[in-house]
T-cell receptor
Framework: SQTIHQWPATLVQPVGSPLSLECTVEGTSNPNLYWYRQAAGRGLQLLFYSVGIGQISSEVPQNLSASRPQDRQFILSSKKLLLSDSGFYLC???????????FGSGTRLTVV | AQSVTQPDIHITVSEGASLELRCNYSYGATPYLFWYVQSPGQGLQLLLKYFSGDTLVQGIKGFEAEFKRSQSSFNLRKPSVHWSDAAEYFCAVVPSGGYNKLIFGAGTRLAVHP
């Protein structure tokens, strides 16, 4: 199974508050993991990817950070949320050599 | 700049009509190509993908896509649309060069009239 668990499903946070979204994956070890954000009218934007524990690459400059403390755990964080951080956040993993991707069910974040 | 472009933000078709959703990419080497669908309240579902070989690819739900190298395009088609096809469609690529990064276009929202 290549299941991805994401929580929470929805979140409403005030501006300036911290954020921690967690993603855990099942299946084969040492997967490539990804965080995407889907903002209204902007499609799915790749935010971070990780090829191993402690290895994080950022695709776009922003108010967010990511960490991978364990092989199957990928965390998206912010110290102080902005209104522009609102969106739908998806965690994904790449599975195998046939470029199969598995996506989590997502977290809808609203910053108020 | 490297990019994936879906020129149509919204498309409306009548049920039973044919459909073509456009996708163009701008990469030095031909990337791997994908189409995903996201139905309201649902996750992302892979419709089809192209790596090499036959340029006409068959997918699930009656969809197909054609890779045209000369046009850097990978358009999605369906001969007869059903009301349940109303959703958002994303073209995506994995550029050559490592890390299997899946890069998405902005999406096309499809509405189907009865």
């Amino acid at each position: 199974s290549q299941t991805i668990h994401q929580w929470p499903a929805t979140l409403v946070q005030p501006v300036g508050s911290p954020l921690s979204l967690e993603c855990t994956v099942e299946g084969t070890s040492n997967p490539n993991l990804y965080w995407y954000r889907q903002a209204a009218g902007r499609g799915l934007q790749l935010l971070f990817y990780s090829v191993g524990i402690g290895q994080i690459s950022s695709e776009v400059p922003q108010n967010l950070s990511a960490s991978r403390p364990q092989d199957r755990q990928f965390i998206l964080s912010s110290k102080k949320l902005l209104l522009s951080d609102s969106g739908f956040y998806l965690c994904a993993r790449a599975s195998g050599s046939n470029y199969g991707y598995t996506f989590g069910s997502g977290t809808r974040l609203t910053v108020v | 700049a490297q990019s994936v472009t879906q020129p149509d933000i919204h498309i409306t078709v009548s049920e039973g009509a044919s459909l073509e959703l456009r996708c163009n990419y701008s990469y030095g080497a031909t990337p791997y190509l994908f189409w995903y669908v996201q139905s309201p309240g649902q996750g992302l579902q892979l419709l089809l993908k192209y790596f090499s070989g036959d340029t006409l690819v068959q997918g699930i739900k009656g969809f197909e896509a054609e890779f045209k190298r000369s046009q850097s395009s990978f358009n999605l088609r369906k001969p007869s649309v059903h009301w349940s096809d109303a959703a958002e469609y994303f073209c995506a690529v994995v550029p050559s060069g490592g890390y299997n990064k899946l890069i998405f276009g902005a999406g096309t929202r499809l509405a189907v009239h009865p």
